[in-house]
């Protein structure tokens, strides 16, 4: 379940503005249509806790509660921009999983889950000397960042065993 604030100054000016605690990207996902998807830069709320602020001008009842609705069921994973930022700094990102994922989800769902969301594309943290190791440690997922070849299952993403195709992503 999403966190939410409502920014009741822009309310007063006919605008509705929320901010919430799900990634930029997850929140475009979810709300392709309704609401103006923008980044949180901002120092009120901070920006690393709610990445993400949703605008509509002049939205009308149903609109606010679809877009509600959808928000308070959408599962929150930390913000992609401070993972990719304390692995380039750092080399190692920890946070405590049940914070973010349903208690009733198993330690291995929420490593697989974490592991769907990394942007593990990215050639920062990932090239062909560098990859990516995801752990449980007690209640905590850490994300480390390893030197040198990745073991032989990691290095072939094909069931046939072909190699993955290497280059810069210019996506």
Known sequence: MA???HDLKAWGEGRYRLYTDLDFWDARKILRMLAAVRRNFGESPPGDQYPT???VDAPSPQLRRE???RLLRAIPSPPRHLI???ITLSGKFSFPWRRYYPARWSPS???FFTRKRLPLNQPVIRSRYKWVELTIVGETIVIEQRQGMPPREAAFG???G???PWGPSCV
Do not use: G, Y
């Open 3 to 5: 966190r939410i604030i």
């Open 53 to 55: 602020q949703l605008m």
């Open 67 to 69: 877009i509600e609705k």
């Open 84 to 86: 990719v930022q304390a």
């Open 109 to 111: 769902r929420a490593l």
């Open 158 to 160: 094909d069931k046939r």
């Open 162 to 164: 072909k190699p993955e």
